[in-house]
């Protein structure tokens, strides 16, 4: 599998890394969310600018993600506007969310962005055009919080994200049962296993969990924890989700 390299942080190899998201409504909680980060051991910290009141300005978001550099200092920062069809808070229009995260990629403002699948190819290309140019990994990524697709069709989303050029293949969706899951961590396994690319993946809510903790064994690369805030449902907090993970990767 190819890894991605983000600030000496691997991701796709070993364990499956940590990311941990900031959901912050203003900048005195953006400011907090981030202190509240200090001397905890996670890898990545996935800035969810969707929450944040200010994200129609771009200055707004440029002075937000100055102070969580300055507060981060060299913590890998995923930015990520997610949309409310795919679970987030807030909805923009196409030729502004190509420019936010134009942005933020030239402007060094984050070190990996997230793009979701479902923008359309045309906005997914030119976000990812934008990016690379800046030597800015992309995750291309899809949610469904109403559903598990089938089998076929997760992978399928997989592996389009990757002809779309993603860096790194993200899917997140709701399961309803037991076999939900196991089809969720089964496409997970088969491209992992075919892809040159890192694969993301967790099948959402309390009876999801298992596969936030999984990643490992079968070959998502990173998961998702949390210090007091969480972005998605089935978030448990770091200290336990790292406790899980170190043991499953004793050989």
Known sequence: MKEVCIKGCSIGTGLPKICVPIVAHTM????????ATN???????EWRVDWFEGFDDPEM???A??????????????FTFRSKKEG???????????ELNRIAAAEGLADMIDVELFSGDAVVRQIVEHAHAAGVPVIVSSHDFEQTPPHDELVARLRRAEQLGGDILKIAVMPRDSRDVLNLLGATEEVSRTSEHPVVSMSMGQLGI???????????????GTIGYASAPGQIGIEPLRAVLELLHQK
């Open 88 to 98: 987030g808070e807030a909805e923009v229009d196409p030729a502004y969310y190509v």
């Open 61 to 63: 978001v440029r002075r």
């Open 210 to 224: 298992i596969s936030r903790l999984s990643g490992e064994i079968f070959g998502s690369a990173m998961t998702f």
């Open 39 to 45: 001397n905890k051991t996670f890898d990545i910290v």
């Open 28 to 35: 005195r909680e953006l400011f907090a969310q981030a202190r």
């Open 65 to 78: 993600a100055r102070v969580l550099r300055g507060i981060l200092d060299e913590k890998p920062i995923l």
